[in-house]
């Protein structure tokens, strides 16, 4: 049987290029399209509006610093758009830092300090508000710092604020155990697909279940130019030509899918044990599928026309369970996407 | 020994063949000559075991096929009419290939000899798509032939050949025979005929209708045309005898 994957193999070296780009297109599309991934992972994170009224050193370091907090994305905007944007729900809440902000905190206060715009929807908004709490708690202890040592010593109140700024990096010397809503974090928690993950994992599917049914040509072509009769009289049986051919099949429709589907899920973040749960479904899946598909062809003579109407059903099994309508458990796309 | 005992095929509710019987005798030289569609392909597979008789019983010494046909297939070396070759192996590849799929491996020394013979060396790292329509049919037989059989079955071995390659085949194929093996091959070429064969098989309306020598042919040969009068491909073949 295994002379049958040498000889495939033989003969796709013959054609590199094309074996190369048959072999490696899902996982180039996996790779040019992962900043599109990146972007829709980006566009998931709670999206907060911060206004900066005092335009100073202190809140211009607020901003930055709240910008590289995780699952935020801070967008700069005015006061007036800030507060239509909560309205419109197209943010979760807005953080107004008012003029006289700096002078205030380095005067070791922080009373309304920041104004924070929220409507009645807003929920997620509280991971801002914490974030932002612990920068104003920051510079607002290291302002104080530099007071009482300016006014108690000859040090200056620069210097006091940046020796006490020194006790908060890498991570604040004393600290509430807060559990971070960090990318880390949300790996404990269950792992679930996005939607379009879900369409990308299928359209793969897709793609090895109609390489596998093009294969299904050679047979076809076997049989036309007398070399199935050749093998017949060489092997005094064909139980090892079909054994081999379903063998290259499988290694080679696996091989197309299988490293796609694992660089998505490895781009994506996703946990070791999920994706080893969702590889072992998606082997079953397609080897059931693979095996349907070859007795369908063996069944329906081994004609040209049968892959024809075997790419049909494989469009159809991607376009039914894509759109959802009725009958998916009959797809073999949608035994996929339910998984157990 | 290869006998057929009444032998008809159907194919998509045609007579393709008609009921007739023969025998093979082991050692013989048989060229097999006929209108085109008068079902001598179909004679040849059904020998090479690759079609089944509709109805009647082939035999190999004294065997139906049905229950010797590993014995049958081990025997029997097939060069079928199209080139059946893997188009993007080199001719190298091409015999690897069929060379591991025999059961009971081959002989290597025949095989050079065969190489040899035909000048596939000159050819030896080649892509068969790149050759030429003589070399291919070389490759083809060399690949039909490569277990050394007993029973040599060719359907039109030498069609599109130029001559110094025809000779090179037919010079192949008379060792074969001079060997003692069986040969049975289809071909419209009276030299390339005259050649090799010491007994000719006539086919005609779906059945073989002589079986003989060229001596006996030529005797023959106006009866034939007279019963076969309508079949003008038949006649014009014949008159070449």
Redesign the interface.
Known sequence: MLTYLSLHLNKWKKRPGLALFILLFPLLVTILSYPFFQKAAEETAVPVAIVDEDESLYSTTVLKRVKEADRLRVISMSSSEAEKGVRKGEIEAAFIIKKGFQDTLQNGEIEETITWVRSNESTLDVFAKEAIGAELMRISLNAKAGNTLEQSSSVSFEKGFQYADQFWEPDPLFQMDFKKRSSEALAQEPYTLASWQMVTIELYFLYAWVVAILFLKTLVADQRTGRLQRIMITQHTTFSYFAGHFLVMVVMSLGLFLPATIALFFLSTAPLPFIAEWSAWAVVVLGTTLVITWFFFMGLGRKRWTVIVLIVLALGSFTLTAADIGLTLAWPHSWLVHKP | MIQFHDVSKRYKRKNILNPFSLTVKEGSSVGIIGPNGAGKSTFL?LV???ERPSKGTVSFSGEPYEKA??RV??E???V???????E??TVK?QLS??K????VGVEEAFIDEMVQTLRLDEVWDQ?IDRLSGGWKRKVNIC??M??NPSICLLDEPTAGVDLAAKEDIIGWLRKLHQEGRTLLYISHDWYELRQLSDEYMVFASGKPVFQGSERRLLEEKANLMNSYKEDHELTRILQYV
């Open positions: 597979k090479a075991s690759l046909i590993r297939r081990a029997i070396g097939y079928p009419q199209e080139i059946a070759l893997y993007e192996l590849e290939f069929w591991k799929l025999e059961p892509r690949v039909g490569l277990k």
